[in-house]
């Protein structure tokens, strides 16, 4: 994995702007769709079922994250991505909140067993509850290091044919026991609500322009974690780093990218 090959799928997303069908949660379909938008790409953020098919048919990827869960969501999540079956279109699930409910658990479950996504990504204690339903989360927040589930996405990654990435302080990214680490980003990230949701929406983006999820997840993740480094510069607090980091998005060029991206 190299600077350049990442910088790569950076460009094929601002050149190709692929069209990203997410499902996701009240909370963050607006930043999500404005960081899809600065990043090149273009956002849907369709739910009703009626239409699920259609919308998966015209998208480049799909991008389905369960944290606001509803009964009527769910049902056109697993429609969502049987479509995404059909149509060879990949899938990336962002499981929000696992192992804070049953329910939730329940959810995961049954949308892993309609067909594989091409990416589960999520924070550690997301990762560890999937790979392990009797492992117990916080809510949304992961009161694990990333470093802590190595080993779970590992075995995830391997059980289900797929790339699992966790969201940390170093993100690491696994599929066929290659495991690639990058260590960018900023702690004040952690406190804009969906910024994770955000890493899965570009992943999809990704995703919809290169075959080779494990490739697209690591340029996500670096793009993501590059913006953070960049916004954080010019950022007062939460607030103004929301802006800065759409603005970075935005802005990216090779040279700020290859000199703050760092593969571990």
């Keep these: 994995m190299t600077k350049e090959l990442l910088w790569q799928q950076v460009v094929a997303v601002k050149e190709r702007s692929p069209l990203v069908h997410s499902i996701t949660n009240y909370v963050v379909m607006n930043f999500n769709a404005n960081a899809l938008l600065a990043a090149g790409a273009s956002p849907i953020m369709a739910h009703a079922a009626e239409e699920m098919d259609d919308m998966v048919n015209i998208s480049g990827a799909l991008v389905v994250n369960i944290g606001t869960?509803?009964?009527?969501w769910v049902n056109s999540m697993k429609i969502a991505i049987k479509a995404a079956e059909a149509k060879n279109k990949p899938w990336v699930l962002d499981p929000v909140g696992a192992g804070a409910t049953a329910y939730r658990n329940q959810v995961i479950a049954e949308l892993l067993a309609i067909h594989r996504p091409a990416v589960i990504r999520g924070n550690a204690s997301e990762i560890l509850?999937?790979?392990?339903a009797e492992n117990k989360t916080r809510g949304v927040d992961s009161t694990h290091s990333s470093n802590d589930a190595i080993e779970a996405a590992k075995q995830l990654s391997n059980q289900l044919k797929c790339v699992v990435c966790i969201s940390g302080e170093t993100d690491y990214i696994t599929s066929n026991d290659m495991v690639t680490g990058l260590k960018n980003g900023h702690a004040l990230m952690t406190r804009i609500t969906g910024m994770g949701c955000t890493a899965s929406a570009l992943t999809g983006a990704f995703c919809a322009v290169q075959a080779d999820a494990h490739?697209?997840?690591?340029?996500?993740?670096?793009?993501?974690?590059v913006a953070g480094e960049v916004a954080v510069k010019k950022a007062g607090g939460p607030a103004t780093l929301q802006t800065a980091f759409l603005d970075a998005l935005y802005t990216m060029d090779v040279t700020t990218f290859m000199e703050t991206v760092h593969i571990v």
């Design 129 to 132: 509850a999937v790979a392990n």
């Design 215 to 225: 490739l697209a997840t690591c340029a996500a993740m670096a793009m993501m974690g």
């Design 69 to 72: 869960l509803d009964s009527n």
